[in-house]
């Protein structure tokens, strides 16, 4: 899994204000029966694992992320969770764990997305749960959508089409399938996100946090200017609403 996000405070302002209103509703779609025990894959800062926690109580959740200062992080803000440093594709955990295995956001950063669903089936106890979400970034609903207009307009040839791989409507249903998971239900869920003003907005795309924080990143002040310039053009000062759309698969392991 590709480890774009090392800083678990940059990345609650980066990501974290669409991940954690996202992770409400998947954790709601999901419906975790109480008793029942969950992993969160990629868990990040902690987004999906504070949900679980809330649902389950922590003696029933574990979580994995390959980044250590991700794991520190939600190892301090979840204690008694079982939180470890590790890949999607590799979880050290025995065959049958777990009623409820989920990945927020980052199937698409897996090195071999079908590899990591298939271990998350593995973990998962037969008739038990594996979901997972990944924002529409393929087309113009993901958090970025009004980011990645501005960098095209300024710059057509711009790499940002390299994080939207995966991400299109049926990509993450034909990933479980692949995987052996037939019996599975794809939809959408959308969140809202107020923004007090541009800068509100504007100023976590400086942090260097994922693909498009390492694109900013790399310009040059005149064309971060220009960009800045170019996505306030395209928003109003503020206050404004950004809405945010991730695809989402929830499967069956067979019994």
Same mark, same amino acid.
């Given at each position: 899994m590709a480890e774009?996000?090392?800083n678990a405070e940059s990345y609650d302002r980066f990501m974290g204000r669409f991940s954690v209103p996202l992770a409400k509703r998947f954790i709601d779609l999901v419906a975790p029966a109480l008793g029942g025990s969950a992993l969160d894959v990629g868990?990040?800062?902690?987004? =999906?694992?504070? !949900?679980? =926690?809330? +649902?389950?109580? *922590?003696?029933? &959740?574990? *979580? =994995?992320? $390959?980044? !250590?200062?991700?794991v520190q992080a939600a190892r301090s803000r979840f204690p008694g969770v079982d939180i470890r440093v590790a890949a999607a594709d590799s979880l050290p955990f025995p065959d049958h764990t777990f009623d409820l295995t989920l990945a927020q956001l980052v199937v698409h950063f897996m090195t071999d997305p079908v590899a990591g669903i298939r !271990?998350?089936?593995r973990v998962t106890r037969p008739g038990g749960t594996i979901a997972a979400n990944v924002w529409d970034f393929s087309g113009t609903r993901g958090p970025l959508g009004v980011f990645d207009r501005a960098v095209l307009d300024l710059d057509p040839s711009a790499p940002i089409t390299e994080i939207t791989k995966g991400t299109a409507d049926g990509d993450l249903a034909a990933v479980f399938a692949d +995987?052996?998971?037939?019996d599975s239900a794809a939809g959408?869920?959308? =969140?809202? &996100?107020?923004?007090?003003?541009?800068?509100? #907005? #504007?100023? $976590?795309?400086?942090l260097g946090i994922g693909p498009a924080g390492a694109y900013v990143a790399a310009l040059d002040a005149p064309r971060r200017e220009r960009l800045r310039h170019q996505a306030a053009e395209l928003l109003p000062d503020g206050p404004?609403?950004?809405?945010a759309t991730a695809w989402t698969v929830v499967g069956r392991k067979p019994e």
């Open positions: 774009f996000f090392a868990c990040g800062p902690g987004a =999906v694992t504070g !949900e679980l =926690v809330d +649902a389950l109580g *922590a003696d029933r &959740v574990s *979580a =994995v992320d $390959p980044s !250590e200062p991700f !271990e998350m089936a +995987a052996g998971l037939t959408e869920l959308t =969140v809202s &996100v107020l923004f007090p003003s541009f800068a509100d #907005w #504007w100023d $976590p795309f400086t404004f609403t950004i809405r």
